[in-house]
């Protein structure tokens, strides 16, 4: 713990796994304990989330490795070929490749990466619309991007987008992701009528919402 004069109120340092207490000299050792103890939960969060992010591997695109598609675990395995293409089969990603850009990591990341993000537009959209039509509201468009720090955004058109890599999540957060985009076109904010709304679709939407939170490192290539 440090003790500073220039603070009026406790703050937080989280580096490599350890917690610093920045505090008041004005504040007794009982008031900061007491404040501890009330920030724990926050405190065991962002511990948890630092561990996560000194997990995340990143790929080479070699035969082998794993990639998550639909929250199962698929085995990548490059093949050469005359022309690009790629199946998935027998809990393979069978990725048939130039003969001659085989060795290229760069061009194996953008081949990969482009069929990730064809099978997330056509998923996001085909799950969008049919929850669309169940719960009455009508989006205009389904998109995708890469964004670093969400998972999808609705606009004031009632536009749409996700973050492609949803598509690596399971069926039921994505389903979690697409109804909290939808509501947004009844409640364009995160008010208590937003997430009553959600509820009414997904009683158990905190437990996802922290799934994802927790698990933002197995999306990172």
Known sequence: MKRTSRKKTISFVIKNNNVQVIAPKTLSN???????????????????????????????????????????????????????????????????????????????????????????????????????????????????????????SCNSKDVITYNWKLIMAPKSIIKYVVIHELCHIKYLNHSKKYWNEVGKYVPDYKYKKQWLNQNTNIFEW
């Open 30 to 152: 009982i008031e900061i304990k007491s404040f501890i103890h009330k920030k724990s939960n926050w405190i065991e969060s962002k511990l948890k989330e630092n561990k996560l992010k000194e997990k995340i591997v990143s790929k080479n695109f070699e035969s082998d490795e794993r990639f998550l598609y639909l929250g199962k675990n698929y085995k990548l395995k490059f093949i050469p070929n005359a022309k690009n293409l790629i199946k998935l089969k027998s809990g393979e990603i069978q990725v048939y490749i130039n003969t001659k850009k085989n060795s290229e990591r760069k061009y194996r990341e953008k081949i990969v990466q482009h069929w990730f993000k064809e099978k997330a537009l056509l998923f996001l959209t085909n799950m969008t619309m049919e929850i669309a039509q169940e719960i009455k509201l009508n989006p205009k468009l389904v998109k995708i991007r890469s964004y670093k720090s969400r998972w999808g």
